[in-house]
């Protein structure tokens, strides 16, 4: 799978196929194999207040190639590097 096609993925359909999950209270990481290694696929739900992610939720960030799935952040440690990082619009706007 390309990173391109895993940027749209709906959580209903990635967490079907997800190797692994990060959860915190912040969102979830559904880790996937992709194109060259292993991507997370960050579903910020808490951001608007949800408590779960729809199954149509696309993801808000995704991260990879690595080549350990243990190799990623959980959710809220991820947001926090994205907007210490200057990524101040990160959520995917086709939500």
């Known amino acids: 799978m ?5 940027r749209l993925k709906p ?3 990635a967490e079907a196929q997800a190797q692994a999950v990060l959860v915190d209270g912040y969102g979830e990481a ?3 194999e992709g194109e ?6 960050y579903y910020l739900f808490g ?3 949800l408590r779960a992610p729809e199954p149509h939720h ?5 991260e990879g190639p690595k080549g350990d799935p243990k ?3 959980p959710p809220y440690r991820m947001a926090r590097w994205l907007e210490d ?3 101040q619009s990160y959520v995917n706007e086709p939500k």
């Open 2 to 6: 390309t990173p391109e096609a895993l």
């Open 11 to 13: 959580y209903g359909e």
């Open 30 to 32: 559904l880790i996937l």
């Open 36 to 41: 060259g290694g292993f991507y997370a696929l």
């Open 47 to 49: 951001l608007a207040g």
């Open 58 to 62: 696309l993801p808000d960030w995704v």
């Open 71 to 73: 190799a990623f952040l």
């Open 85 to 87: 990082n200057g990524y």
